[in-house]
């Protein structure tokens, strides 16, 4: 054991009240924002899409496969070293590396949730998929700035709690494009008109894209976070070594041979999450819950029970390390799988839709808040962008591509065996969060790790 990991393990817990006062720093309040505005096109190309494609009579199988248009968040990291090192003329004059990406990546989601919501998937598919294409391009952009700027706003002991607000926002911007397209869509609809009414879902769809207004102001008023200075480079190829082989360079000589360890963690971590999660509003769906009871079951019990795991996750990190929690987390998420299968044979039921939905989310949001604080503590400053967005890309590759065929699995064995199936899914997690932390992974923190200090 290195002395980084003595002189960590013989630091004195930090107090209760030390540790939740982080919460009202600025740096969080912003985190908060922030998160709303990565949070909210992610649900509008994945699970409540597939709500609307659903009632609009679409299969399942073409559902489950037009979730690969998620691949885009696996794929960012070939991206990643443009928006970690290439200015936008004018923008980042204006406003900084961090905030123009940010800004011009909004604005790309801002005009494809537009394109979408003038589209009916009923009469013509091909538009609706090029719009959420657009959507999940735009949303993985923000993702890569977003996620270095909340590494490059705070130390690294704060990280875990930016990574909670960060995580609140976010889950209220999924139950705001979840659970508040439903109400919205419901509200609009026409009493005694056909079953499904596509100007509904255009006028929610419109208020989604007016929504991502709350993350261009956060970004406009915020400050640009302190950054290290970058030499201009002699020529393209050395360009080229510090932009897209030294990052990867950097991860690999600090970890070595456990660096496959570490990237097998993070590849499989949330995989019984996402597999799980493009069949969930199918499932409502198909087992009658009305847009209503959805959208109040996922925006009040939802929203408690995801604040309340995302700010446990971050304190119990910063108390306890993230190693625990993040095993906590994982035996969590993949045990509220289970409740669903459970739910699929039980039946149409309000009461136990609530108890599903707020374990579910209560595991989530104490899984996310870790897992990002152990994504964090691996990431080198120097290369937060690009560092940060492999993490990242890794973390959904496999899990989305496995989601494409979650239709077809369920078409084939039923949403009870399904669930069930995602939840056997998370037993390999386990095993690689104990090995990780035997061998010391996520309580160690690379001397080069340091953000600057909370603004």
Do not use: C
Not at 3 to 25: F, M
Not at 304 to 312: E, K, N, Q, S, Y
Not at 340 to 368: E, K, M
């Amino acid at each position: 054991m290195s002395d980084n990991t003595a002189n960590s393990d013989q630091k004195p817990r930090l107090p209760w009240r030390d540790a939740l006062r982080v919460y009202l720093e600025p740096a969080s309040l912003r985190m908060l924002l922030l998160g709303f505005s990565a949070g909210l096109p992610l649900l509008l190309v994945f699970g409540t899409l597939s709500f609307w494609l659903r009632e609009a009579g679409i299969d399942r199988t073409t559902i489950g496969h037009l979730s690969w248009v998620g691949l885009a968040y696996g794929f960012k990291w070939a991206w990643s070293p443009l928006v970690d090192r290439l200015p936008i003329p004018l923008f980042t004059r204006w406003l900084g590396r961090r905030r123009s990406w940010l800004l011009l990546s909004q604005s790309v989601i801002m005009g494809a949730l537009v394109a979408m919501a003038l589209t009916d998937p009923r009469l013509t598919l091909a538009p609706m998929v090029w719009g959420a294409l657009a959507v999940a391009f735009g949303s993985a952009t923000q993702d890569i700035a977003l996620d270095a700027y909340r590494i490059e706003s705070a130390s690294t002991e704060r990280q875990g709690a930016l990574a909670a607000t960060y995580q609140t926002g976010y889950r209220i911007a999924m139950i705001w494009a979840g659970a508040g397209v439903l109400w919205i869509a419901a509200r609009a609809e026409v009493d005694g008109a056909a079953l499904y009414q596509p100007e509904a879902w255009r006028t929610a769809y419109l208020v989604m894209a007016a929504s991502m207004l709350v993350g261009v102001l956060t970004v406009l008023l915020s400050p640009e976070p302190q950054h290290r200075v970058l030499a201009p480079a002699k020529n393209i190829g050395e360009w080229a070594r510090g932009a897209l082989v030294a990052p990867f360079a950097d991860f690999l000589g600090r970890y070595r041979w456990h660096a496959v360890l570490i990237l097998a963690l993070i590849a499989v971590y949330r995989i019984s999450d996402v597999v799980m999660g493009i069949m969930a509003n199918p499932f409502y769906v198909d087992m009658g819950y009305t847009k209503d009871e959805v959208a109040a079951v996922t925006k009040v019990y939802g929203v408690v029970m995801t604040l309340v795991g995302a700010f446990v996750g971050g304190a119990m990190s910063m108390r306890y390390g993230v190693m625990r929690v993040l095993m906590l987390g994982a035996v969590l998420s993949a045990a509220t799988n289970l409740l669903f299968a459970w739910l699929a044979g039980h039946g149409h039921d309000v009461s136990a839709l609530i108890v599903v939905v707020s374990a579910d989310n209560l595991s989530s949001g104490i899984a996310s808040a870790a897992f990002i604080a152990y994504l964090s503590g691996l990431t080198n400053i120097q290369y937060s962008a690009t560092q940060y967005a492999l993490f990242s890309s890794l973390m959904l590759l496999l899990p989305k591509f496995l989601a494409g065929f979650s239709g077809q699995y369920v078409d084939n064995f039923g949403y009870a065996h399904f669930f069930t199936a995602t939840a056997v899914l998370g037993l390999p997690v386990l095993v690689l969060i104990a090995l990780a932390s035997w061998a010391g992974h996520g309580r160690t923190t690379p001397p080069q790790a340091v953000a600057a200090a909370p603004r």
